[in-house]
């Protein structure tokens, strides 16, 4: 060990117990056998670091010898049963407060899809009543056990942002933009304050990653692709999340613990695929993704979170070097480590359900959301058999005790009876929507004025674009569920849009205001702005093949471009967790703002783009990009913007040189999107096939006959022109299916439980109907009833349900199957990868 307070607190530790918590170093690492870490003899594996070379820190929470004696005294006689039980986080779907007092289960969490009696959208209240109930199932002493508390972890990564009627902070890369580590830290405490209302006590942030690669679908969860910048910024959210490094009693005033995240690397992945694999240097790895480590350390963050991804091939999850070599010993880290959402699966050598080599690697707690019985077993077996020292045990134990000691957690009663729970007034309460406002106004980006900002109040305003009114977009993902899709604005009580924002401001000056998508108008506006951009996503379902704004949400290019022939100067405003190619955007307005993905509050956009009666700013653009722009859908093709760039009132655009505009077909688009508008995506083709010897046809032109005649395929109207292809089967069996040259890989999406959606419209319903993913070895098939309908359903199939039902999720060369048997007429509208279904179809 290096540091001198861990030094310090081994020699207490050795003092204090007869049980040995052994220091890390010690650990007979050849009782557990996978390739991941053995090989004593032979060259370390790939992915193996040298945490000599890495700075070495101290970890800054004072060693309390009351705590430590606490922490003996429950290791002596903690069972094994329960000592596992602390290793083992479950999550919300799947555990009950019984499953809790039974297993004796260390800690819960809300992943973004879950919530209290399985409803995501549960009321504040429910939160709260459930914290209560698995709290006093943890603490149940009815049979003997030490009743150690339960903690329960919540991603609050922008705000309490499960929460309906949270005040939303803008995701990371926008506070990135703001330079302003004070007010990241205000950020930070309000966070805590709002979490303790609804009785958590550990968030599942500040994620900490360096993006390298703006590709990745989590770049927003990112304050930077600057090192140095994201450094500046974490120390200051940890303390605002957990008050200052000493602070030994933690519940006792508005905080939570915090969790770093992902170690090591997750923005460091090769062309940014989220959970893959990153093969830069150790130097690189150690001081681009490692440089937020120090300060977080030095701040004492409890816990940190192991990334998905892997360093040259090697999952982190099982990295022995890194997580224990690394993290735990050179760095002097003195909470525990938390593996991420069943990625112990990922090591090699391991299952979703078996996995001792992540234990041993140095991971404390499994998050086992859904797993957490069959990791509970294993681990107890291995425990039991000796498989597994029981000194690593014990060590994993006491660091997690060790941080709810420090959270006074064993003296501060159930959640409802602690400071701040229960006070629903202080979610969304002003003065937090007014911190979050203060931050929309700082992380605003000024790319382009030509003299049209600010604003002026009292004239007529037209607000267009799709993006304008969607407190749900302008959040993005991770805001009540996990995509951040499937709610709109009623459920943020109290929250602003950018329309809203512009509206109030620009009324209050005696002006007036018109909200309208299209752009279409009744009175000619003086200005309009035009708010376009992306829509929400969350993890690997938001990788791209390129910086590309997806070709299906640039209509409002057009928009612009036909207010500006109208001789209406435009705002544009664009709402994004990314710099990306716009162009278009760019050359078609007058002025170009980038708003992040601002939040609840909305007013933001509003404080600094409308000015005041004299027409002067109210509030100037401070906002810096956190990240360079790029030229094309490639960074490596050129930056347009150089990272820190950003203009403000006084400085002058000067003459506008026309940007290239690109064919936006090179987009590569969503690859979640598989079939919509009448097409397959790209590499993709819509085949029909029967039985025997019927020859499969490949539908390409319309109509279309196949199956000698017994189906009949026509274009119907959905959304779009022929937006949808109906199939008129005669009788027999037919099959509608979707193929892809290359295998489809859905793993990341089958463990994410993501759903191939459907949405169909039926006018005559099978007489028996399937759906089905299908490889060149496996198949799955699951039964569905396709009722008639008067419109358009989006159905939705788990893909679990498909890999249960045989299918090979990692090699799918027909990933969507439609049997029918008998006379049938329905439409295919859409098919794609997604959470936000209208109805879920059951497993049969
Ligand atoms: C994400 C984490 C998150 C966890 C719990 C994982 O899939 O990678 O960032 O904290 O789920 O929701
Ligand atoms: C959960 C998220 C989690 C993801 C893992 C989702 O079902 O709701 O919290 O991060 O799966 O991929």
Not at 130 to 156: E, H, K, M, N, Q
Not at 598 to 627: H, I, M, N, Y
């Amino acid at each position: 060990m290096t540091g001198q307070s861990s030094r310090r607190r081994a020699c207490l530790v050795a003092w204090l117990l007869a049980t040995a918590i052994a220091a890390p170093g010690v650990l007979a690492e050849s009782t557990v056998q996978p390739a991941e870490t053995s090989g004593t003899a032979a060259p370390a594996l790939p992915g193996t670091a040298d945490p000599s070379l890495w700075p070495a820190y101290d970890y800054p929470v004072p060693v309390r010898p009351d705590h430590e004696a606490r922490i003996s005294d429950l290791i002596a006689r903690m069972t094994i049963e329960e000592k596992v039980g602390q290793l083992v986080q479950a999550d919300l779907c799947c555990v009950t407060p019984a499953d809790v007092r039974k297993y004796k289960l260390g800690s819960i969490l809300v992943g973004g899809n879950s919530g209290p009696g399985g409803n995501d959208l549960a009321p504040a209240p429910d939160w709260l009543e459930a914290a209560d109930a698995f709290y006093l199932a943890s603490i149940d002493r009815s049979d003997g056990g030490v009743g150690v508390p339960i903690i329960w972890g919540t991603d609050a990564v922008h705000g309490h942002s499960n929460i309906i009627g949270a005040t939303i902070f803008p995701h990371n890369v926008g506070l990135g933009a703001m330079r302003d580590a004070a007010l990241v830290e205000k950020i930070g405490a309000i966070t805590a304050k709002e979490i303790r209302v609804t009785g958590q006590e550990w968030t599942f942030a500040p994620t900490v990653a360096v993006p390298q690669d703006f590709r990745w679908g989590r770049a927003y969860e990112g304050y930077s692709s600057d090192p140095e910048l994201v450094a500046s910024y974490v120390g200051a959210m940890v303390r605002g999340l957990q008050g200052p490094p000493e602070n030994d009693n933690l519940l006792a005033g508005p905080w939570v613990i915090a969790s770093t995240k992902h170690f090591l690397a997750d923005g460091g992945t090769d062309n940014g695929v989220d959970q893959g694999d990153s093969t830069i240097s150790e130097a690189e790895l150690r001081d681009i993704h490692g440089r937020p480590y120090g300060p977080a350390i030095a701040e004492g963050v409890a816990t940190v979170m192991v990334s998905f991804s892997s360093w040259h091939g090697r999952k982190m999850t099982g990295n022995h070097s890194l997580v224990t070599g690394v993290l735990k010993e050179r760095m002097d880290f003195g909470g525990f480590v938390v593996s991420d959402w069943n990625a112990h699966g990922q090591v090699a050598g391991c299952t979703n359900e078996s996995c001792p080599q992540a234990l041993m690697a140095g991971v404390d707690m499994y998050m086992a959301p859904d797993t957490w019985k069959p990791i509970y077993a294993d681990l107890l077996a291995r425990a039991k058999s000796g498989a597994i020292p029981m000194s690593r045990i014990d060590e994993a134990v006491a660091r997690i005790l060790r941080v709810k000691a420090r959270l006074g957690l064993f003296e501060a009663g159930k959640p409802s009876e602690r400071p701040y729970s229960g006070r629903f007034d202080l979610l969304g309460a002003p003065e937090h929507r007014a911190v979050a406002r203060e931050a929309v106004r700082k992380s605003l980006v000024l790319l382009k004025n030509e003299g049209v900002l600010p604003l002026a109040p009292g004239k007529r305003l037209l607000v267009a674009g799709d993006g304008a009114d969607d407190i749900a977009r302008q959040s993005g993902g991770w805001t009540l569920t996990w995509q951040g899709t499937g709610v709109d604005n009623s459920h943020f009580p109290g929250a602003t849009s950018i329309w809203g924002g512009l509206k109030q401001a620009v009324e209050a000056g005696g002006g007036s205001t018109q909200l309208s998508p299209d752009g279409s108008y009744t009175e000619k506006p003086d200005a309009a702005v035009v708010v376009f951009g992306e829509t929400p996503y969350a993890e690997f379902q938001g990788d791209r093949a390129t910086l590309m704004l997806d070709p299906q949400l640039t209509a409002p290019y057009a928009t612009m471009r036909k207010l500006q022939a109208q001789g209406i100067p435009v705002v544009a405003v664009m709402i994004t967790g990314r710099p990306l190619y716009v162009n278009p955007a760019l050359n078609a307005a007058d002025a170009f703002v980038v708003a992040w993905l601002p939040g609840s509050e909305g007013g933001g956009v509003a404080d600094v783009l409308v000015g005041d009666a004299s027409g002067k700013p109210r509030f100037d653009f401070t906002g810096k990009l956190p990240a360079a722009w790029p030229r094309t859908g490639l960074i490596e093709e050129g930056t347009l913007f150089p990272f820190g760039y950003g203009l403000d009132y006084s400085s002058s655009t000067g003459e506008w040189t026309m940007l290239p505009e690109l064919d936006a077909s090179a987009a590569g688009g969503d690859s979640r999107l598989w079939f919509n508008a009448g097409t397959p995506a790209a590499r993709w083709s819509l085949l029909v096939e029967g039985t025997g010897d019927e020859v499969q046809t490949r539908i390409t032109t319309l109509p279309a006959d196949a199956l000698g005649g017994r189906v009949r395929v026509t274009a119907e109207n959905f959304k779009v022109q022929e937006g949808a292809r109906r199939f008129a089967i005669a009788g027999g069996s037919a099959s509608v299916q979707l193929g892809n040259l290359d295998p489809v890989d859905v793993t990341r999406e089958t463990n994410g439980d993501v759903m191939l959606l459907v949405t169909l419209r039926v006018w005559e319903s099978p007489a028996r109907a399937r759906i089905g993913a299908v490889g060149p070895e496996a198949r799955g098939f699951a039964a569905v009833d396709l009722p008639a309908s008067e419109g358009y359903i989006r159905y939705g199939l788990p893909l679990k349900c498909l890999r249960d039902k045989g299918a090979d999720v990692s090699r799918l060369t027909r990933p969507f199957v439609l049997e029918t048997e008998g006379k049938a007429d329905f439409a295919i509208a859409e098919v794609r990868l997604g959470t936000d279904a209208e109805q879920v179809l059951a497993c049969r």
